[in-house]
């Protein structure tokens, strides 16, 4: 079992910036991945970005590249999805996921994440 507890989220201006923090407990794989997933009111969930915990490739959405960017800190097991120039269509619940064994060719799929936050509030202002 893996526990998965967001922070960071908050109400921001377009343009400004914002850090979210994943940090995962539990009994955490060597072949994991943790990333991000987003979904706004009345739209589906979407990919974000993840990373893969054992390599330390990155892979984005379309979306959020050049502006958001992903990283860990293997000590205490935590994520960090750091969002810049934030627009009001980056309003959504972001949830963070752990893929237990993760390949890389589902790298964006959902159901694939065995683990999921309970998710953090992002708010984004015009």
């Given at each position: 079992?893996?526990?998965?507890?967001?922070?960071?989220?908050?109400?921001?201006?377009?343009?400004?910036?914002?850090r979210l923090s994943?940090?995962?407990?539990?009994?955490?794989?060597?072949?994991?991945?943790?990333?991000?997933?987003?979904?706004?009111?009345?739209?589906?969930?979407?990919?974000?970005?993840?990373i893969n915990w054992s390599t330390g490739r990155t892979y984005y959405a379309d979306s959020v590249k050049g502006r958001f960017t992903i990283s860990r800190d293997n000590a205490k097991n935590t994520v960090y999805l750091q969002m810049n120039s934030l627009?009001?269509?980056?309003?959504?619940?972001?949830?963070?996921a752990a893929d237990s064994f993760f390949y890389s060719g589902n790298y964006d799929y959902g159901p694939s994440y065995d683990y999921w936050g309970q998710g953090t509030q992002v708010t984004v202002s015009s």
């Open positions: 079992q893996v526990q998965l507890v967001e922070s960071g989220g908050g109400l921001v201006q377009a343009g400004d910036s914002l994943c940090a995962a407990s539990g009994r955490v794989f060597s072949s994991y991945a943790l990333g991000w997933f987003r979904q706004a009111p009345g739209k589906e969930r979407e990919f974000v970005a993840t627009k009001p269509e980056d309003t959504a619940v972001y949830y963070c």
